[in-house]
């Protein structure tokens, strides 16, 4: 792929749906696990780390003749911890609740396998607007299947949703759903019904593909 | 015990809030490196290692950095050592056993990208350890993650042999059965009569 692809509405598509990045390409496992048990800590990080993925993009792609070869992945992460830094701080000076509530994932987000994984494999390659674009994308991507997550886990583990209740006084929380097993259940879940839709539509199942990657 | 007794520290790390289990981190080589126990009992150590090398390091450097009142370049500096660390480990592994480098493969230079160690470095700064604490904080939270990555090799051992449905191979069958294991740690919760 050393040839640049033109800028097409696909470069933004792709990595939102066909290529998304955690339901296809199971990239970003630990932060979709971790903070995806409300609606709102899901819809933070999503959007941190669509800004640091941006931002990443766009300044990969404007050093990448600069860029010696033999040292860009130490470079593409000094770049990307600058911006997680930055994201760190912004989000203590909006919200300190959100911030105690999403912790240390927040820092996190530099070991995130899709930053690094877009850097390498895309804004390496093209041009500062594409970068952005394909970046944005897979920021959104990566915010939508966090949200997906976050619905199913909030719904039904404190049935509500945004904090607002939904189900009634009646309804008994499924508390394992806010545990640890509950994200691995439900994501799990998630993979499965992307699998069979992936199956009914005829397109093979990438097995060697999951494995090679893990997240 | 009390909170901050080294004992308590320790199986804290190891069992009741396992990293890969209770807290997601290190989720990538836990499902990649996790389908045989031949490569994943040294994957495990050789991340503890580095959790090690890193812990003192990180209390090292974020000593220095508030002596000097540079903390926002904390996690600057704690990715450059574990990348260090990690770049050590790749070389004595890749001069003992060849053979165990290639089993390992990518995954090697992969834990410099391990939120585990990160995570770890960060996590104890955000809680203050001191160094003794720092360093049964990372022994634990080694040990606790080569566990998970044995046991959830074992499992994946077995599963390899019976025939499973065809859209659960993969990523999704890996998550339903760390999903098990970590319904099974939930049950060491009480062990810190917390």
Redesign the interface.
Known sequence: MNTEQPLTADTFLAGLWRENPVFVT?LG???T??VSNSVLNALAMGLATTFVLIGSGALVSLLRNVIPRAVRI?CY??II??F??VV??LIQAISLRLYQAL??FI??I????II?GRAEAYASRHPPLASMINAAGNGLGFTLALLCLGTVRELLGSGSLLGIPLLGPQFAPWV?ML???????V??GW??LF??RQ?KQGVK?P?AE?????? | MAPDALPRIFLDAMLINNFVLALFLGICPFLGVSTQIRTALPMGLATAFVMLISSLCAYGINALLLWLGLPFLRLISYIVVIAAAVQLVEMFVKKTSPTLFRALGIYLPLITTNCAILGLALFQTLREYDLPQSLAYSLGAGLGFTLALVLMAGMRARLALVSVPRISQGAALGLLLAGMLSLAFMGFAGLGGQ
């Not at chain 1, 999951?210 to 997240?215: D, E, L, M, P, T």
């Open positions: 199971v496992m630990c932060p696990l971790a130490a992460i000094a911890a600058t997680v830094t760190d701080y912790g240390a820092q996190l530099v070991v995130n396998c690094l394992i545990l640890p097993p509950g994200g691995f259940f994501l799990g993979l499965l699998n069979w199956r199942i097995v999951v494995h090679r990657h893990g997240a």
